[in-house]
């Protein structure tokens, strides 16, 4: 069975993003870069399906800008067996990357499409559950839990209030949540022969997917801060400052 | 303009996160329709109906609506789809799972998680764990839109006059079936409504100590929640989570014990009205949001904290 993966080139989890002063974004220029970590779970989930003997190659593949080229090298020393890069400099958001994804799931015809729940960057939560809609096929968002058989996959899903768990017709798309997996660290023999495997590179274009954005950004801005507020002595002087002062108990 | 609300509900009752949505809908203006899709859920399409500003209520009845599926409900949502110039959704794990779909197949670029109204095609939504506020415009002819609940104050859930509509909802898709759902039984209010939460984080050192939080979540009729860091520790299930990961929150009070305030946890409640922060870290970032800081051990101020309560009455 063969699984494709998508990955997305975010601002690393661990940078505190800064507001450009001209209102157009956020400054990425001189940033960390990483996978996604929600992709990093769906890439994980297909390695395991792969040790596992259920799914029998990985194609990962990235919509965006040349550098997204590491991205796509890290997945494959992760354990992805190609890689495919659709390459744009066109900001692209969800939809287009779904109408991307779907040209490539046309020609690869995987069983089973995991992509992460949410990027951190635009946090939108939308391209799995379009490419779903695009194809046709069933989907199974926020899993924890994913149990493949022959022409199904059995998935838990994280819901409000607790958790759900569905039976999906394949092919199909899951989308990632955190407690799915831990995913691996990726060691330097691996990094190595990542270099080695295939990482094919497509445009738009060619797949005949219009990439043209359907949100325009007016503009971005800091959120209003919170001011810090004061350090109180001891639990009586809490409960008397929120009882008289913030008057909320 | 028509707006189409889709109502989160458990078929009996409607859920506070469909009042915040019309709400929503009432800022970008126009005729507000509402949405009940479900089995037997004649109960929540009576209680929409009563709903102030709603025009009318749309009831579509099939056991196929009955677990919410995605495929079943975008479907049905799609052949209503024409109709409407606007449709939301609360950003709940429902609306999360179903509205884009319902996009995509309408070839429309969604709008994510709004916390506010510019215009009817101009919207404001977190970006970067809300690190940043982005206002984006649409250029798709529908809009379809997921909406931040606490972005909006709830509209008053009765005083509203509607007639309730049937409406044909498509066949089964077949394509996935619902096989069973492990609810969080509790006593205290839901996370995501409740006015009060306390929440634990790394710092409770374990599921065990936890616990501790109980007598403090009674005296304040609290709901209970923990960050992320909790949460993969293993200490409590992933539903309490509170974070750009987990559930946002944005209650009158938000007690953070133990936790250090990371970045995707901040993202989760720093709209809460009145923050308090207990850790025994007097630099954690926790301190630069709360409006009431204690340094010191947890395990010694919660006790006293919860006694403190009691003797104020």
Redesign the interface.
């Known amino acids: 069975m063969k699984v494709l993966v998508s990955v997305k080139r975010v601002?690393d989890?661990n940078v505190?993003?800064r507001?450009k002063a001209d209102g157009s974004g956020?400054e990425t220029a001189n940033v960390k870069m990483s996978m996604n970590p929600f992709d990093e779970i769906a890439l994980e989930e297909a390695v395991r399906l792969k040790e596992a003997g259920v799914a029998t190659e990985i194609v990962a593949v990235s919509c965006g800008v040349q550098a997204c080229q590491e991205t796509l090298r890290t997945a494959l020393a992760i354990g992805a067996d190609r890689a495919i890069l659709v390459e744009s400099g066109e900001e692209l958001?969800?939809?287009?990357v779904?109408k991307l994804l779907k040209a490539i799931c046309q020609k690869e015809a995987p069983q089973l499409v995991i992509l992460g729940k949410?990027a951190?960057?635009?946090?939108?939560?939308?391209?799995?559950?379009?490419?779903?809609?695009?194809l046709g096929?069933?989907?199974?968002?926020?899993a924890?839990k994913v149990a493949m058989e022959k022409e199904k996959a059995?998935v838990t899903?994280?819901?409000?209030?607790?958790?759900?768990?569905?039976?999906?017709?394949l092919p199909a798309i899951v989308t990632t949540?955190?407690?799915l997996n831990e995913p691996r660290y990726v060691t330097l023999p691996n990094i190595m022969k990542a270099k080695k495997k295939p990482l094919e590179t497509l445009k738009p274009e060619t797949l005949g997917v219009d990439v043209c954005?359907?949100?325009?950004?007016?503009?971005?801005?800091?959120?209003p801060k919170?001011k810090?507020?004061?350090?109180?002595?001891?639990?009586?002087a809490?409960?008397?400052?929120?009882?008289n002062e913030?008057k909320?108990? | 303009m028509t707006i189409l609300v889709i109502a989160e509900h458990d078929h009996g009752a409607l859920k506070g996160a469909t009042l915040n949505t019309v709400a929503a809908a009432q800022k970008i203006g126009g005729e507000i329709h509402v949405l009940v899709a479900g089995h037997n859920a004649e109960g929540a399409a009576k209680a929409a109906a009563q709903i102030a500003g709603v025009a009318k209520v749309l009831s579509a009845e099939g056991s196929q609506l009955g677990e919410f599926l995605a495929e079943n409900v975008a479907a049905l949502v799609v052949s209503l789809a024409k109709s409407y110039s606007h449709i939301l959704a609360p950003a709940t794990s429902n609306g999360k799972d179903v509205t884009p779909r319902i996009a995509a197949l309408l070839d429309v670029q969604q709008i994510s998680e709004i916390i506010a109204v510019d215009a009817p095609d101009t919207f404001v939504r977190p970006i970067y764990a809300g690190n940043a506020l982005a206002t984006v415009k649409s250029k798709d002819a529908i809009k379809v839109i997921t909406v931040r609940t606490t972005g909006f104050d709830a509209v008053a859930s009765t005083g509203g006059n509607a007639a309730v509509e049937k409406t044909a909802a498509p066949a089964d898709s077949g394509l996935s079936s619902f096989v069973s759902r492990e609810v969080s039984r509790s006593e205290r209010p839901e996370l995501t409504a409740a006015k009060i939460v306390v929440s634990g984080g790394r710092g409770m050192g374990s599921g065990e100590n936890f616990k501790l939080l109980e007598p403090l979540a009674d005296k304040l009729h609290a709901a209970m929640g923990a960050s992320r860091a909790a949460v993969d520790a293993g200490f409590v299930p992933n539903d309490w989570q509170v974070g750009q990961t987990g559930k946002i929150v944005a209650p009158e009070l938000y007690v953070a014990i133990g936790i250090s305030g990371a970045i995707q946890h901040l993202a989760g409640m720093k709209d809460s009205r009145v923050i308090v922060a207990i850790n025994k870290d007097e630099e954690a970032p926790i301190f630069q949001v709360a409006d009431y800081g204690i340094v010191g051990d947890l395990f010694k101020v919660v006790p006293e904290l919860v006694e403190e309560l009691k003797r104020q009455g």
């Open positions: 601002v989890f505190k993003v507001v956020v958001q969800p939809l287009a779904a949410q951190i960057d635009d946090d939108s939560n939308q391209t799995g559950q379009m490419l779903a809609a695009l096929w069933s989907q199974a968002t926020f924890s059995t899903r994280e819901v409000d209030g607790g958790l759900e768990t569905i039976s999906i017709k949540d955190l407690r954005p359907r949100l325009i950004t007016l503009k971005v801005v800091e959120p919170r810090a507020g004061v350090k109180v002595a001891d639990a009586r809490l409960v008397e400052k929120l009882r913030a909320v108990i």
